[in-house]
């Protein structure tokens, strides 16, 4: 029954989209939207009347649609500054980091957006967080009342089922807003699925002929308050949320003579408290204060356990349990010297904690680990001044400077203690010849945030692989620079091309350890070099009314120095290529919009001093068609289907030839999958 079903749901989105486009002329004549208005300083206005065709519900449908602009919800790395996304809400980010930008538009109402503002390259009084393009949300100042709810569910082809919902309320008075989020979220991965492992070894023998197969999923429960409204003379924003979520994975392979199974699971509580006090102390400064504090809890067991001949072998088991949390302080003084000129300097300290047990068993008895045991401390100290002149209406000039100062102090099985100091400079230059027209020019120092679980020692148990933890790491530091060409046309369209160079100092990637170990550490300098293009083509002027074709890619070529090998190799993890080309089209008149999404190619590959893993998939597919019957109601559905992933695993005899001890090769065909959303406002 749930096969025909998701065949039916299958066969309906496949068809229906390309139905409508073939009667779209005789259904409707879509008009294309009026243009932004466009100041000569690279500032974009979207009014409400630009999204009429798509039927917004919220402010995420809104800025979704604005033409060349992708949401980005940051990194979620430790500390404020750089940290966080692309989203502005009224001039200014959500009160806390993890209350993303993304989360705060979609409980937003559409008719409660006054316009859209699109800021390529930096304007006096915002703050870019280090990027080039960040969207600004402005509401109005009604009164009003609005509840969500939201009901989600994704079918598998023979995988595990999941399903979710939402349930958000929002009130207005005037300056004052508050808000309720009750969340049942859902979890899932598009690589599970049935498929084959054929192992090889070092001549070229075929040694294991294995059927596999994997699933996972996972889910949350959360809920979420938020408030703003004046005080003290100022206005505070303030959030804060406590959820509980689980994750569950396995996979199993088997033959006539042999069974190996691997199972992972982790159940975790977490929570966080954002404020964020803003304050004018007199005509052109304002004050600006933050605190954010986040925390989770955190308890996971990895077996694996392997059967051959009828004969068991002794069960392997990695367990981890331990809890984390991050305090931040952060201060800002902003001056608007004058409609062309902003400076601000302020300063920001923080504390970030990771405190994790790890134990290894093989048939009951332990395995020591390289610090299995870990409690990792940071204290940061962050004094920063930035300033934004706009010299005049075609040239944007934005600098700053950061000055950073952290102790990382460690204790447990591995008792050491080091501190660090960074200078990191930023430039970005914006020249807008022509309204429609700019050029970008950064020049930055990045320096990369550890993750403090590259300290303690890891498992994959899938494939038989203990990682130990690195004591010694460094953060990563970029020297970058970057050039980017943007154009916009016919209203929508837009042609960005952009070239970036990095010089990596202490790049972080797979480090060999003693005893046949490797970890996460800093092996050496590396460069990287991107070609990065963002295409948006409006087809009205084509014949196809309301269509539009897309294409993003970054082309990525990366280079390091192997310590194991002393080769040059790219650098792990990063991948060389993933186009995704697209066609989306508003059918106005019969209140549907549908779209399909094509990668043609991705992958990536990783090195380890003893093996080396590489993933590619080719003909990824993405469609779907949503219908809104109303201002209130929304119904989508969502194909996702590929049918060619592949995996290559090459491990070696030892690492001082890198005899290849044998090839490993795994085909899978990922399930198909359905996801089927309704939203109703009420």
Do not use: C
Not at 556 to 573: F, L, W, Y
Request: no cysteine; net charge neutral; hydrophobic share 35%.
């Amino acid at each position: 029954m749930k096969r025909t079903i998701l065949l039916a749901t299958t066969a309906f989105v496949m068809t229906t989209g390309a139905a409508f486009a073939a009667h779209a002329a005789g259904a409707a004549a879509t008009r294309p939207p009026p243009p932004p208005v466009a100041d000569q300083a690279g500032l974009l206005v979207f009014a409400p009347e630009f999204f009429v065709a798509q039927r917004p519900n919220t402010a995420l449908d809104m800025v979704n649609r604005v033409p060349g602009f992708s949401i980005d919800d940051g990194t979620g790395a430790r500390g404020f500054e750089g940290a966080v996304g692309n989203i502005l809400i009224n001039g200014n980010r959500p009160a806390s980091k993890n209350d993303t930008g993304s989360n705060v538009l979609s409980r937003t109402p559409a008719s409660q957006v006054d316009h859209i503002e699109l800021i390529r390259g930096g304007a006096p009084g915002i703050d870019m967080q280090g990027y080039a393009v960040v969207a600004n949300a402005v509401l109005k100042s009604t009164s009003s009342r609005q509840s969500i709810l939201t009901l989600n569910s994704v079918q598998f082809d023979g995988g595990h089922d999941v399903y979710g919902g939402s349930y958000q309320f929002t009130a207005r008075e005037g300056d004052r807003s508050w808000g309720l989020t009750l969340s049942d979220g859902l979890g899932t991965s598009d690589s599970n699925g049935p498929g084959r492992t054929l192992r090889r070894d070092g001549t070229g023998a075929l040694v294991r002929d294995e059927a596999y197969e994997n699933d996972s999923w996972g889910g949350g429960n959360g809920i979420r308050g938020n408030y703003a409204g004046p005080l003290a003379g100022g206005k505070i924003d303030a959030t804060a949320r406590y959820g509980i979520n689980d994750w569950h994975q396995w996979t199993r392979q088997q033959s006539p003579v042999a069974l190996r199974q691997s199972a992972y699971d982790e159940d975790s509580k977490s929570g966080e408290l954002g404020l964020t006090w803003t304050r004018p102390l007199r005509p052109g400064w304002t004050l600006e204060t933050r605190m954010i504090n986040t925390f989770e809890s955190f308890d996971n067991v990895s077996t694996g356990a392997e059967t051959l001949n009828a004969a068991a072998k002794p069960e392997q088991r990695f367990t981890a349990d331990g809890k984390s949390s991050e305090s931040i302080l952060r201060g800002l003084v902003r001056n608007e010297r004058s409609a062309a000129l902003t400076i601000e300097a302020g300063g920001e300290v923080a504390y970030n904690m990771l405190d994790v047990r790890q134990a290894f068993t093989v048939g009951g008895a332990a395995v020591v680990l390289p610090s299995a045991s870990v409690k990792v401390e940071e204290t940061r100290g962050e004094a920063f001044s930035k300033a934004t002149w706009r010299v005049n209406p075609k040239l944007t000039l934005e600098g700053g400077l950061r000055l950073e100062s952290s102790t990382i102090k460690q204790s447990g099985d591995a008792s050491q203690e080091k501190s660090f100091f960074f200078a990191k400079p930023r430039v970005l230059v914006s020249w807008t010849p022509l309204a429609q027209t700019q050029l970008r020019l950064r020049f930055e120092r990045e320096l990369g945030q550890l993750d403090f679980n590259d300290f303690a020692a890891s498992a994959e148990l899938g494939d038989s692989t203990v990682y130990g933890g690195n004591v010694d790491l460094h953060p990563e530091q970029r020297w970058i620079s970057e050039l980017t060409y943007e154009r916009r046309f016919w209203g929508e369209g837009v042609v960005s091309l952009g070239y970036r160079h990095d010089k990596i100092v202490d790049v972080i990637d797979r480090l060999p350890l003693p005893h046949g170990l490797s970890a996460t550490g800093n092996i050496g300098n590396g460069t990287l070099d991107r070609l990065s293009a963002n295409i948006v083509v409006p087809l009205d002027k084509l014949h196809i009314p309301g269509g539009r074709f897309t294409f993003k890619n970054d082309w990525n070529r990366t280079e390091v120095t192997d310590p194991t090998t002393g080769q040059k190799r790219p650098i792990s993890n990063i991948r060389a290529t993933q186009a995704n080309l697209g066609f989306q089209q508003d059918l106005t008149r019969l209140k549907i919009q549908w779209g399909v999404n094509w990668l043609p190619l991705l992958g990536r590959p990783t090195y380890d001093p003893d093996q080396t893993n590489s993933w590619r998939g080719a003909n990824y597919y993405e469609t779907f068609v949503e219908y809104k019957p109303s201002a209130t109601l929304a119904l989508r559905a969502q194909l996702n289907l590929w049918d060619d992933f592949t995996t290559r695993r090459v491990v070696y005899a030892d690492r001082a030839t890198r005899a290849v001890a044998f090839v490993e090769d795994r085909a899978i065909d990922p399930r198909t999958f359905v996801s089927l959303k309704i939203r109703k406002t009420f």
